[in-house]
Structure formats: structure tokens, C-alpha cells
């Protein structure tokens, strides 16, 4: 194995008050030879390949109570991602060459979940090379059809959070109307996909003309609405109608919008609210007494709560995914250094489809091993 002398990681260097800037992350030069000599008996010394770009990390920055911790000044910053075993610790025994996840993974073949374990979160994320205990890396075979950076889209945490929200959440029924906003993302384009194969009518907002024709052309929705464009609301109230499920993705306007939408027993599946994320006070919301009036839901949810049910998930998307019935797109940025300045684009809506960092090209990792 060629071995650097140094290699880049990213630190959080200041917590951003709204939005991401410059100064928010600085990279750090390590010395290769200094990581490897931590390598226990029981770890693997993983080379970065991909990471994932997700909203929540904008949430990670901030220094408050929730699901998971703060990363903290001066700490790596935190992504799942994939890699490859490039050497390890003298009772591991993953081969090396092997593919991992730091964060949540499977081994499709045998559709089991191994864990989710979040302190290896802590080990990983904005890094070229890093050292993880054997027990909090899994092992993934990719099967035929299937990318390894479906793994970090919808066959990882934003295609369960599509599945788990619109069935479980959402409870939604054939003949139903789905409404489903950051339409375009990696979240929401599965949902869209899901629900018509669910049976339902299904209605997209999403922040672009050619995000709206690729949900019509592509995703296959039955309209698409710009929230960009003045009077979009009007098209809507034509074309939809009321709604029997709202995905919200964004919070906000839309949500606010859609909640004068709602027919009786409505649901509105509260999985992000990306319009609010970088503001220190959320905008309250006008109109949620139609929430009585239509006897509606309104439900957050954390799809690490449904941890024990990914592999039914992985089932039907990775099937889904195979036969060419469930479409993806990758919006991928190269290198390491570019994470930084990429993770904002989730706020602008710079990427169609999932977001995702190219660390190293796995064929050129394991040329070298
Ligand atoms: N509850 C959970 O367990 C869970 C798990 C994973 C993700 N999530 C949430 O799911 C949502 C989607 O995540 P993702 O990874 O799939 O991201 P994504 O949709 O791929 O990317 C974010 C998109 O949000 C849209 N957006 C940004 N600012 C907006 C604003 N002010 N108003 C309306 N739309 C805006 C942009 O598209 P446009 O061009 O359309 O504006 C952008 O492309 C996020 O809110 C995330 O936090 C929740």
C-alpha cells in the first residue's frame, strides 16, 4: 500500500449564527503515519471514498439539545460515508479491500441490518483516512444493479426516511392525493416514486422549472409546481385541489400554504423543515386550525426510530432499484476539500437528487492496496 505523509481531514472551525460561510470549516493537514499508529487490534484503517451531504448536518452545528450531539469545535465534521479497509488491526477480520459504512450499512445479500452506531460518527465524516473500531464499521456487497453510492441515498437514510415517512407516517392509501415538497432531493424524489407506485396521485413542489419538468418527465408525478414563481399557489389550488398526505420537507411558506389544503383526516408527515435550518427562530406557522377543522395529523418522526425495519425497506427499494422501476440522480461533487462549499447548495437548491462528496475513486484505493 503507497502510504501520503499527510492527509486532509475538515474540523468545524466556527458555529455558523445562519447561513454556512466560509469560515465555517477549516481542513487540517494530519500526518498519515501519526493516525496509523492508533490502529488497535481490533480496528480497520479505512480510506474514504464518498460522503454524504445532508441537511440535518446543518442541524449537527448547532449547540443544542437533540437527537444526536453537537460536533463540536475543533472535532472532524460528522458525515456518513463509505470506504474502503486498507489495513487493520491484528484480530479484525474484515478482508482488506473491503467496502464499509461508518455510519449505518448492510449486506444487501443477506438483508440484514448489522447496526447503527452513532459513536462512529464521531471517528468518521470530513476526512480522507480514518481508524474505526471493526464493530462500528459494516461490511456492504454490492449487488448487481445496485451502485455503492446507493448506500448513502435510498438504500441509507434518505430512502428510509421516504419509506418509513410515507407508510408509516403518512399511512398512505391507494387513490389517495400526496403532496410531497423538496420534491427534487433525495428524499423527496423517492417519495414521489413511492407513492405512485402506492397507488396515489401524486403533486411535487420543488424550486425550479427544470427540477419540475424532471419530476414530470422523469420521476413520473402528475404535476409539478415551482415555488419560485409568483402565483404558484393559484395553479395549485386548480390542479390539486386538497390534499390526503402532505411530505414536508421544507416547513415554512409551503407548509403554511398547505395546511389550508387539507382534506378531512389529512396527515402532514413532518420530516424536515430545511427553510428554517439556518435561522435562529423559525417562522411560525398561520394557518394550523384548519388542523382542527379537518380533524388532520401533523407528525415528526427520526427514522433512526425504524432502525429495526430497514432491511423491509432495502427489500423493496433495492428490488426497485435493480428492475430500473426507481429512479436516482447523483449530484456529485469531487473532492474532499469542496465539502465545505458543497453542503450549501442544499440551501440554495444547487443539487437535484442526492448530494454526495467523491473522496477517492474505489478503483484507484484498491489499485493500490
Ligand atoms: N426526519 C428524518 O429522520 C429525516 C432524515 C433525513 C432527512 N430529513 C429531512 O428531509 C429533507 C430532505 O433532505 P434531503 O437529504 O433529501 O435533501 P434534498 O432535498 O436533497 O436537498 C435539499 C433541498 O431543499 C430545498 N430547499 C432548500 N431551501 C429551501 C427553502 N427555503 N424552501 C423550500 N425548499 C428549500 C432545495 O430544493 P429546491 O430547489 O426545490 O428549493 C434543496 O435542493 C430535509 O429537510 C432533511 O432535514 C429528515
Given at each position: 500500500?503507497?502510504q501520503p505523509i499527510n492527509f486532509t481531514r475538515?474540523?468545524?472551525?466556527?458555529?455558523?449564527?445562519?447561513?454556512?460561510?466560509?469560515?465555517?470549516?477549516?481542513?487540517e493537514q494530519v500526518s498519515f503515519a501519526s493516525l496509523k499508529q492508533k490502529l488497535g487490534?481490533?480496528d480497520?484503517f479505512v480510506q474514504v471514498?464518498?460522503?454524504?451531504?445532508?441537511?440535518?448536518?446543518?442541524?449537527?452545528?448547532?449547540?443544542?439539545?437533540?437527537?444526536?450531539?453537537?460536533?463540536?469545535?475543533?472535532?472532524v465534521?460528522?458525515?456518513?460515508?463509505?470506504?474502503?479497509?486498507i489495513a487493520?488491526?491484528?484480530?479484525?477480520?474484515?478482508?482488506?479491500?473491503?467496502?464499509?459504512?461508518?455510519?449505518?450499512?448492510?449486506?444487501?445479500?443477506?438483508?440484514?441490518?448489522?447496526?447503527?452506531?452513532?459513536?462512529?460518527?464521531?471517528h468518521?465524516?470530513?476526512t480522507e483516512y480514518a481508524v474505526l473500531?471493526?464493530?462500528?464499521?459494516?461490511?456492504?456487497?454490492?449487488?448487481?444493479?445496485?451502485?455503492?453510492?446507493?448506500?448513502?441515498?435510498?438504500?441509507?437514510?434518505?430512502?428510509?426516511?421516504?419509506?418509513?415517512?410515507?407508510?408509516?407516517?403518512?399511512?398512505?392509501?391507494?387513490?389517495?392525493?400526496?403532496?410531497?415538497?423538496?420534491?427534487?432531493?433525495?428524499?423527496?424524489?423517492?417519495?414521489?416514486?413511492?407513492?405512485?407506485?402506492?397507488?396515489?396521485?401524486?403533486?411535487?413542489?420543488?424550486?425550479?422549472?427544470?427540477?419540475?419538468?424532471?419530476?414530470?418527465?422523469?420521476?413520473?408525478?402528475?404535476?409539478?409546481?415551482?415555488?419560485?414563481?409568483?402565483?404558484?399557489?393559484?395553479?395549485?389550488?386548480?390542479?390539486?385541489?386538497?390534499?390526503?398526505?402532505?411530505?414536508?420537507?421544507?416547513?415554512?411558506?409551503?407548509?403554511?400554504?398547505?395546511?389550508?389544503?387539507?382534506?378531512?383526516?389529512?396527515?402532514?408527515?413532518?420530516?424536515?423543515?430545511?427553510?428554517?435550518?439556518?435561522?435562529?427562530?423559525?417562522?411560525?406557522?398561520?394557518?394550523?386550525?384548519?388542523?382542527?377543522?379537518?380533524?388532520?395529523?401533523?407528525?415528526?418522526?427520526?427514522?433512526?426510530?425504524?432502525?429495526?425495519?430497514?432491511?423491509?425497506?432495502?427489500?423493496?427499494?433495492?428490488?426497485?432499484?435493480?428492475?430500473?422501476?426507481?429512479?436516482?440522480?447523483?449530484?456529485?461533487?469531487?473532492?474532499?476539500?469542496?465539502?465545505?462549499?458543497?453542503?450549501?447548495?442544499?440551501?440554495?437548491?444547487?443539487?437535484?437528487?442526492?448530494?454526495?462528496?467523491?473522496?477517492?475513486?474505489?478503483?484507484?484505493?484498491?489499485?493500490?492496496?
Amino acid at each position: 500500500m503507497s502510504q501520503p505523509i499527510n492527509f486532509t481531514r475538515i474540523v468545524l472551525n466556527s458555529r455558523p449564527v445562519g447561513d454556512i460561510e466560509p469560515q465555517t470549516f477549516r481542513p487540517e493537514q494530519v500526518s498519515f503515519a501519526s493516525l496509523k499508529q492508533k490502529l488497535g487490534d481490533n480496528d480497520v484503517f479505512v480510506q474514504v471514498t464518498w460522503l454524504s451531504l445532508d441537511p440535518a448536518m446543518r442541524g449537527w452545528l448547532r449547540d443544542v439539545r437533540s437527537y444526536l450531539p453537537p460536533v463540536q469545535i475543533g472535532e472532524v465534521m460528522r458525515a456518513s460515508g463509505l470506504g474502503i479497509v486498507i489495513a487493520k488491526g491484528k484480530k479484525s477480520k474484515l478482508p482488506i479491500g473491503q467496502l464499509v459504512t461508518g455510519t449505518v450499512g448492510m449486506t444487501l445479500s443477506a438483508l440484514f441490518l448489522i447496526s447503527t452506531n452513532f459513536e462512529s460518527l464521531y471517528h468518521s465524516g470530513w476526512t480522507e483516512y480514518a481508524v474505526l473500531p471493526e464493530k462500528h464499521v459494516t461490511p456492504i456487497n454490492v449487488p448487481k444493479g445496485i451502485q455503492d453510492i446507493d448506500f448513502l441515498n435510498n438504500i441509507g437514510m434518505a430512502g428510509f426516511t421516504a419509506y418509513f415517512g410515507l407508510k408509516d407516517v403518512g399511512n398512505l392509501r391507494p387513490g389517495e392525493t400526496l403532496v410531497v415538497s423538496g420534491a427534487a432531493g433525495a428524499v423527496g424524489s423517492l417519495v414521489c416514486q413511492l407513492g405512485k407506485s402506492m397507488g396515489a396521485k401524486v403533486y411535487a413542489i420543488a424550486g425550479s422549472k427544470d427540477k419540475c419538468s424532471w419530476l414530470v418527465d422523469e420521476i413520473g408525478v402528475d404535476a409539478a409546481f415551482n415555488y419560485k414563481q409568483k402565483g404558484w399557489e393559484e395553479d395549485f389550488k386548480k390542479q390539486v385541489g386538497y390534499l390526503d398526505v402532505y411530505f414536508d420537507n421544507v416547513g415554512g411558506d409551503i407548509l403554511d400554504f398547505c395546511l389550508t389544503r387539507l382534506k378531512k383526516d389529512a396527515r402532514i408527515v413532518l420530516c424536515g423543515a430545511i427553510s428554517a435550518y439556518n435561522s435562529a427562530k423559525p417562522k411560525g406557522l398561520q394557518n394550523y386550525l384548519t388542523l382542527i377543522a379537518m380533524r388532520a395529523k401533523i407528525q415528526g418522526f427520526i427514522v433512526f426510530d425504524y432502525e429495526n425495519r430497514y432491511p423491509e425497506a432495502v427489500q423493496v427499494i433495492s428490488k426497485g432499484l435493480i428492475d430500473g422501476s426507481i429512479k436516482r440522480k447523483f449530484h456529485i461533487v469531487e473532492g474532499l476539500e469542496k465539502a465545505p462549499e458543497a453542503l450549501p447548495l442544499l440551501f440554495s437548491g444547487g443539487n437535484t437528487g442526492k448530494l454526495v462528496v467523491k473522496v477517492a475513486d474505489p478503483k484507484d484505493v484498491r489499485a493500490k492496496l
